[in-house]
Nanobody, 123 residues
Framework: QVQLVESGGGLVQAGGSLRLSCAAS????????MGWFRQAPGKEREFVAA????????YYADSVKGRFTISRDNAKNTVYLQMNSLKPEDTAVYYC????????????????WGQGTQVTVSS
């Protein structure tokens, strides 16, 4: 089993930055691809970014490309999401997830999920 715990969310003004962290425990996730998803009230969960197990490949939703950066530190069993130039439309609960395969934009490919961390961007 893998437990994932997100942190780093909060309230920020538009144009600001936040860095989310996702700490894994229970077993190492160094062989898992990791992803970040978000869900705004009344909307479906949507893909934000993913990173391969080695960190050599990254994928982003068009809406965050150039503003968000996903990274990982396998020695610390932690994945990060650096979010810059935040917009009000980035407001959502952000979830990290672990995929035993190569990483995907589809939530159902992920086996383990964290509880989420709230990000609120004020205009």
């Amino acid at each position: 089993q893998v437990q994932l715990v997100e942190s780093g969310g909060g309230l920020v003004q538009a144009g600001g930055s936040l860095r989310l962290s996702c700490a894994a425990s229970g077993r190492t996730v160094s062989s898992y691809a990791m992803g970040w998803f978000r869900q705004a009230p009344g909307k479906e969960r949507e893909f934000v970014a993913a990173i391969s197990w080695s960190g050599g490949s990254t994928y982003y939703a068009d809406s965050v490309k150039g503003r968000f950066t996903i990274s990982r530190d396998n020695a610390k069993n932690t994945v990060y999401l650096q979010m810059n130039s935040l917009k009000p439309e980035d407001t959502a609960v952000y979830y990290c997830a672990a995929d035993p395969a190569k990483g995907s934009r589809l939530p159902y490919h992920y086996d383990y999920w964290g509880q989420g961390t709230q990000v609120t961007v004020s205009s």
